[in-house]
Each structure stands twice: as structure tokens, then as C-alpha cells.
């Protein structure tokens, strides 16, 4: 079954620590693997896309990292702030037909200070 | 640019009644989708257009659910009869393409209650 599953559900951590975010995928054949960012009631935004060839990928604080041989990405957030409080979601594109894309659950994480 | 734009952002209505979503793409982007977003099953593509002409519509849920791109810039989901089960969050997002190289833009959401 194509899927992606995210760990954990829900984070809490101080302002100014570090976080990783797990996301495991069972897209196949597999295309890229994208992050998005989800303020409470707001749209998805795109974080990061990386290709099955990519195993890092930046974008300011945020860094994430792909094993596509393990279908495995993370995503670190690194000095973490207050507006970082939000759903991560992982999502795993097919590669051909409609190239459709499989959503993660997310995790919601919160930013204290 | 405005981005995706979507409206209403909150829609109430009753059980039975018909309920029109609007969309409106980024200029110049020849993709458009709509998902739909629930606690239970998180993002769902439920159909997507490519010049206007849908391309994948293998997410609608059932024949209660209808969409039409009548132009380059205007989409309208459409749901009748509605039910609660069809309480989400209606996201609209565009792209250039559907490949790797390209970003989808998603809109604010309409947040519809069905009572």
C-alpha cells in the first residue's frame, strides 16, 4: 500500500533547542520527497523537495535528508522559534502516471519559550 | 501576485443544501487541484486540471462532488447534496507542472460545516 507515515504525531520543545521530525514512505515508484509547512489555518507551504539522487536538502533553519534506499527523510529544525509552531507535513510524489502526491499526517509541533 | 485565491474562507450550511467552493490560480499556472483535509485522513487530492481539463478526478469522493475550470483562472468545487460527513477544510493549490522542478502554491482553505 502506497502510504506515508510520520513520527512522532505531536512535539513540544523549548524555544532555541533543535528537533528532528521522522518520515518513513512506501511510494513506489517513487519521485521526490517534500516537506511542507502548515500554519494553524493556513495552506501547506513547500519547505523542501528533494529528488530519489538528493540526500540533503536546506532551507535556512530548516534541513532535511533523504535515504531513499531505507525510504526514509527527516526533517531538523535547528535554534528553534516561536513562529516555528505548526504541522510538518512529509509527502512522497509517484513518479509518472499522474505523478500524485501521498500526504503524511504530521506532525504538530510546539515552539514554548 | 496574490497567490491562490479562495473563497468563502467559512462555510456554514445545512445538511441537503448545495455548497459552491471558488478558486482562483496563480496566473500562468496550468495545473490546478483541489484537496480536502479532515483530523481522520489528513490531505486528499480530490481531482486536478491541466489546461483546464481535469485529469485525475479519481479522488471525488462520490457524484455528490463536481468540479469545472471554466478558464485559466476560475475553479469551482461544488458539492450537492451536501452532507456532515463532508465537513473539511477545502484546499485549491497551482503549479506549473507536476514534476519534481515544480512547487504546488496552495490557497488559504474554505473551512465548510455541514449541520
Known amino acids: 500500500k502506497n502510504q506515508v507515515e510520520q513520527s512522532p504525531q505531536s512535539l513540544i520543545i523549548l524555544e532555541g533547542k533543535n528537533c528532528t521530525l521522522q518520515c518513513n514512505y512506501t511510494v513506489s515508484p517513487f519521485s521526490n520527497l517534500r516537506w511542507y509547512k502548515q500554519d494553524t489555518g493556513r495552506g501547506p507551504v513547500s519547505l523542501t523537495i528533494m529528488t530519489f539522487s538528493e540526500n540533503t536538502k536546506s532551507n535556512g533553519r530548516y534541513t532535511a535528508t533523504l535515504d531513499a534506499d531505507t525510504k526514509q527523510s527527516s526533517l531538523h529544525i535547528t535554534a528553534s522559534q516561536l513562529s516555528d509552531s505548526a504541522s510538518y507535513i512529509c509527502v512522497a510524489q509517484f513518479s509518472g502516471g499522474y505523478n500524485k502526491l501521498i500526504f503524511g499526517a504530521g506532525t504538530r509541533l510546539a515552539v514554548h519559550p | 501576485d496574490a497567490g491562490v485565491i479562495q473563497s468563502p474562507r467559512h462555510e456554514v450550511t445545512e445538511m441537503g443544501q448545495e455548497v459552491t467552493l471558488r478558486c482562483k490560480p496563480i496566473?500562468?499556472?496550468?495545473?490546478l487541484f483541489w484537496y480536502r483535509q479532515t483530523m481522520m485522513r489528513g490531505l486528499e487530492l480530490l481531482i486536478y486540471f491541466n489546461n483546464n481539463v481535469p485529469i485525475d478526478d479519481s479522488g471525488m469522493p462520490e457524484d455528490r462532488f463536481s468540479a469545472k475550470m471554466p478558464n485559466a483562472s476560475f475553479s469551482t468545487l461544488k458539492i450537492q447534496p451536501s452532507e456532515p460527513r463532508d465537513s473539511a477544510v477545502y484546499f485549491c493549490?497551482?503549479?506549473?507542472?507536476?514534476?519534481?522542478?515544480?512547487?504546488?502554491?496552495f490557497g488559504p482553505g474554505t473551512r465548510l460545516t455541514v449541520t
Open positions: 496566473s500562468g499556472h496550468d495545473y
Open positions: 493549490a497551482s503549479s506549473l507542472g507536476t514534476s519534481s522542478s515544480y512547487e504546488q502554491y
